[in-house]
């Protein structure tokens, strides 16, 4: 037997405001909301993430993070789309020829938009 990745958890003190962002993202919904946390997923079965409401504002680094690929549009056009939403770029010493750019959430939650769209990479 195995586990299965079931959640990501992000800590956010507007969790609204960080569900909402991710939805746009993403292309999904709330699919389940109290006071202490919202998660939003895709169509169908699968992952999904919980926005856990806390009180104190992020501090130093992500540990981990997501990576993001656009899809249907170029990495370019995405990632417009993304600072349109609210993406901040973020300098965390990546190099120059770095196949990536570092972003952030409204929150300052780190996460990556990879330089290849969904359609670049082989399937498998």
């Known amino acids: 037997m195995t586990s299965r990745l079931a959640a990501i958890a992000i800590d956010a003190v507007d969790s609204r405001r960080v569900a909402e962002f991710w939805c746009a993202v993403l292309?999904?919904?709330i699919v389940e909301e109290?006071?202490?946390?919202?998660s939003i997923a895709g169509d169908g079965p699968g992952l999904k993430i919980d926005i856990a409401t806390v009180p104190e504002r992020k501090q130093v680094k992500n540990r981990l993070h997501l990576d993001v690929r656009a899809d249907g549009v170029s990495?370019?056009?995405?990632?417009q789309r993304l600072l349109d939403l609210g993406a901040?770029?973020?300098?965390l010493g990546q190099p120059d020829d770095a196949t990536w750019t570092v972003l952030a959430d409204p929150e300052g939650n780190e996460f990556?938009?990879?330089h290849?769209?969904?359609q670049e990479v082989p399937a498998g």
């Open 88 to 91: 901040t770029h973020v300098d």
């Open 112 to 114: 990556c938009l990879l």
């Open 34 to 38: 109290d006071v202490e946390f919202i």
């Open 75 to 79: 990495t370019e056009q995405e990632l």
């Open 27 to 29: 292309g999904w919904r």
């Open 116 to 118: 290849r769209t969904v």
